[in-house]
């Protein structure tokens, strides 16, 4: 099996609207779903929801 199968790149973006983004790795046989997670968003100066953009 190929690696990026199981682990494919996503990006998640701020829902903020501040543009920001981050890249990482996600699981796909345990989350299926889209990823949304609290993370700090330095154009924002706060922590704020990013959520997985296909």
């Known amino acids: ?7 494919p790149v ?4 701020s829902t903020a ?3 920001y983004s981050y ?4 699981n796909r046989r345990t989350n ?7 993370k700090f968003d ?3 100066g ?3 929801e990013f959520r997985e953009e296909r």
Do not use: E
């Not at 996503?10 to 973006?13: E, H, P």
């Not at 890249?23 to 996600?26: D, G, I, L, S």
């Not at 299926?32 to 609290?38: A, K, Q, T, Y």
């Open 1 to 7: 099996m190929a690696r990026n199968d199981v682990r």
């Open 10 to 13: 996503v990006t998640l973006r």
């Open 17 to 19: 609207g501040t543009g």
């Open 23 to 26: 890249v990482t790795r996600k």
């Open 32 to 38: 299926g779903d889209r990823l949304v997670l609290r």
């Open 42 to 44: 330095p154009r924002l």
């Open 46 to 48: 706060a922590h704020a």
